[in-house]
């Protein structure tokens, strides 16, 4: 009879282990996604160009044509290809950084090359979340997209606005307002 009770008390206790296992509620079981490498989703938004000044100011620094290169591929790359690039990309920016021009080390440079860092920064931490979405990998890629546009208009205007050339003209013109006074 004891052994009767112990075998039955088993089997209940066995039985009930595997209808709690059956209870368990969907929201507690992972959803893996995983990107797809034939996907053809890609950025929104587009690369802004350089001037023709800022393109001969930077015709023999290779790490930027590096740079530009990788983001011309993220930019048209697929979330599974972002995936992979994001790093060789942040690697670019390093070295770019740190070969800067001295007429490209100015304040507002600095600033876009920390503000790409940092987006860059988010961005590989995103990409280490498990079940990462496409969506999120392209939302991001836009953002990084956007911050390296701001570099791009901050590398035209420096080309543009050629210090000698301005001061030469301030001093005109303050000549010719000297000169304008009886």
Do not use: W
């Not at 876009?112 to 496409?134: A, Y």
Request: hydrophobic share 40%.
């Amino acid at each position: 009879m004891k052994h009767f009770l112990l075998f039955t008390f088993i089997v209940l206790s066995i039985i009930s282990c595997n209808k709690d296992q059956k209870k368990t509620p969907l929201s507690d079981q992972t959803i893996i996604v995983k990107l797809d490498s034939l996907s053809t989703q890609k950025a929104d938004t587009s690369l802004l160009k350089l001037s023709p000044d800022a393109k001969k100011d930077l015709v023999g620094a290779k790490e930027f044509q590096i740079l530009h290169k990788k983001i011309q591929q993220i930019a048209i790359a697929n979330p599974f290809s972002i995936k992979k690039e994001v790093d060789s990309v942040h690697k670019a920016l390093l070295a770019f950084e740190e070969h800067l021009r001295p007429e490209h080390d100015t304040n507002p440079i600095r600033t876009r090359i920390v503000i790409l860092t940092t987006e860059i920064g988010l961005f590989k931490e995103i990409l280490d979340t498990p079940n990462l979405s496409p969506e999120k990998v392209l939302k991001h890629n836009n953002r990084l997209i956007t911050a390296y546009n701001s570099f791009i208009i901050q590398l035209n205007e420096i080309s543009l606005a050629i210090p000698e050339n301005i001061e030469n003209e301030l001093l005109k013109d303050s000549e010719d307002y000297r000169d304008s006074i009886p």
